[in-house]
């Protein structure tokens, strides 16, 4: 029995007098020998160390499940910096060259033609362009099949989590992270695919133009910019391209290093000029740009390309200090839980489910994503089921519990409503109620 059932005795209790008083006095005596006897020795049994008597668990906080969304961010400075410029070549050996097709300033995209040269063997150029483009349609099949197998063997998990019985915990724990790997190998070979079929698009624009040709050849771009130099003397690079695409520059330590990967979504901020931009991580080094040494922590350096156009960036000047924001990892409709109603024991990890029978349940869980004190839970627990906070790995375990006395549930008045009989009931069920 806790301090907070003894003082609701004691409160109780005088209700009880009144009952007492009511009776004849050799009653009375009688019934409060029997009632200070009860109590004592229920007492000294739910208090005694060794005693076997099941005990009532007191649930000081509890919170519920819930379905939402998880998104974990690195914050990061950075520094704008200039626009990446590409060299276009020539080789003596494609052929001779005839003239350039483009001029300083200049806009140019994917597939656009930069200079013409008379080419030594069309036929050759025709074959390497079909050998490519073969090469690439075998690497897309085979990551199609791999996509329709990933997808067979989703299927099957999904029939078989179907069937699962409730009870198989760990085997239905082990069929939802299988279901969660193979989705997201999915997405990545799908993404695979679709760079790939880009690369091959870029490669039959190549061949259009080739069989078109009576032996004139163009160089096409291969990327979206601007002319920013052109070599007439024909000295390499003959071209630089710059880049449509503005980049910005940070650092990240060791620790960040482990988290942020190429491909991530990002969000710039510049105080400066008031705006706000998006982008992906292009590129991360893992390579310190600081010399190596075991006084000072490593630096590495990372960059991101933003997305929007170029009339959007004008103002963003190189050397502009910024805010980034990458996105590390995220959760959607997933199943969330307080952080603090997670424990680990044995390399594992536990809740404390408040059953819909009243009693404490034990359960096993996998913690995924965790963001400022909210866990997604991806296996082992359902939105809305009720959690035991601050749990300890000696929590007692299938036994009743209750949880505070809250006074929105309780009015002044209620005692009077009640008969002298149903406050003695109810006094004695708050005395031994186990």
């Known amino acids: 029995m806790d301090l907070n059932s003894i003082g609701n005795t004691y409160q109780n209790g005088k209700d009880i007098l009144k009952v007492l008083s009511e009776m004849k006095s050799w009653q009375a005596g009688l019934l409060a020998a029997g009632v200070i006897a009860f109590t004592g020795a229920n007492t000294y049994l739910i208090i005694k160390e060794d005693s076997k008597i099941d005990k009532s668990v007191y649930i000081s906080e509890w919170q519920r499940a819930a379905q939402g969304d998880l998104k ?17 070549y020539f080789s003596e050996e494609d052929g001779t060259f005839s003239k350039f097709l483009v001029k300083p300033g200049d806009k140019v995209t994917p597939g656009t033609p930069l200079y013409e040269y008379e080419s030594v063997n069309l036929d050759r150029d025709r074959n390497r362009i079909e050998s490519e483009i073969e090469q690439l349609t075998n690497q897309i099949d085979s990551v199609q099949n791999h996509i329709s197998s990933l997808n067979n063997y989703l299927s099957a998990l999904e029939a078989e989590q179907a069937y699962t019985s409730t009870d198989a915990e760990k085997e239905e724990k082990d069929l939802s992270v299988s279901i969660h790997d ?31 040709q009576t032996g004139v050849m163009s160089y096409l771009s291969e990327i979206e910019g601007q002319i920013v130099s052109i070599s007439e003397d024909l000295d390499n690079p003959v071209l630089m391209i710059r880049s449509e695409a503005a980049a910005v520059k940070g650092k990240l330590d060791e620790k960040e290093l482990q988290k942020v990967v190429q491909g991530q979504e990002t969000a710039v901020e510049s105080g400066t ?14 390579m310190p740009e600081t010399p190596l040494s075991t006084e000072t922590q490593a630096s590495y350096p990372f960059t991101v390309e933003l997305d929007q156009a170029q009339e959007k960036l004008e103002n963003l000047h190189p050397g502009m200090q910024l805010n980034v924001e990458i996105t590390t990892g995220e959760a959607k409709d997933a199943v969330v839980a307080p952080s603090k ?10 809740v404390i489910v408040l059953n819909s029978v009243g009693k404490t349940e034990k359960r096993e869980v996998q913690e995924g994503l965790k963001v400022k004190g909210s866990s997604e839970v991806v296996s082992g627990l359902e939105q809305q089921e009720p959690l035991m906070l601050h749990p300890k790995p ?15 549930k309780f009015y002044p008045g209620a005692l009077k409503h009640m008969t002298n009989r149903e406050k003695l009931k109810y006094f004695l069920l708050g005395m031994f109620n186990r």
Not at 73 to 87: F, R
Not at 273 to 286: C, E, I, N
Not at 394 to 408: G, L, N, Q, W
């Open 394 to 408: 000696a929590a007692e375990i299938s036994r009743e519990f209750f949880t505070p006395f809250t006074m929105d």
């Open 182 to 212: 193979t989705e997201k190998e999915i997405l990545l070979q799908e993404l695979e695919a679709d760079l790939l079929e880009d690369e091959r698009d870029k490669y039959e624009e190549q061949l259009d133009y080739v069989n078109e």
């Open 341 to 350: 109603s997670i424990m680990k024991q044995n390399d594992k990890e536990y």
């Open 72 to 88: 974990e961010t690195l914050s990061k400075p950075g520094v704008a910096i200039p626009q990446s410029e590409y060299p276009v």
């Open 273 to 286: 000029l008031k705006k706000d931009f998006t982008g992906r991580v292009a590129s991360v080094q893992t």
